[in-house]
């Protein structure tokens, strides 16, 4: 289990540290040059990590959960099963922010959209966050 959380630990890292860095590092200086090239350069590069760090997440994620409680519990009221319930709406949110990302913001950005792209790297980043305090509440008995 060590070694599994470990991993999941370590795609945690990536993804919300490529996050926190889009965020304060690239996207200031986008919106102030009003220019998307420092984002799509970033994009297409955290890619490369941030997409399998998000996958090693799941798959650990889901091992992990079921290591805590088993599956046909995972809806009932327990707070263990609060958690996991919430690392899973967390999850929903995370791939429709991915999709409209993908379909909506990206084809079509251009200057006049960058801020619409802001908007939703703040989102993804505060939902990643999110993920890290809903994480170790697993170690700390709960959501608060």
Do not use: C
Not at 3 to 14: I, M, P, R, T
Not at 76 to 102: C, E, N
């Amino acid at each position: 289990m060590r070694h599994v959380l470990f991993l999941h630990l370590l795609g945690a890292s990536v993804w919300v540290g490529g996050h926190l860095v889009l965020l304060f590092s690239v996207l200031p200086g986008a919106l102030r040059g009003r220019d998307v090239q420092p984002v799509r350069a970033f994009e297409q590069l955290y890619e490369r990590v941030g997409i399998p760090a998000l996958l090693l997440q799941i798959v650990t994620g889901v091992w992990l959960a079921g290591q805590w409680l088993p599956h046909s519990q995972w809806f009932d009221g327990s707070p263990i099963a609060h958690l996991i319930q919430a690392k899973l709406l967390l999850l929903g949110f995370t791939a429709l922010l991915g999709v409209h990302a993908r379909l909506a913001l990206i084809p079509k950005l251009n200057a006049q959209r960058l801020p619409q792209l802001g908007v939703h790297i703040v989102l993804i980043t505060l939902t990643a966050m999110a993920f890290v305090w809903v994480g170790a509440g697993f170690r700390f008995g709960g959501l608060f």
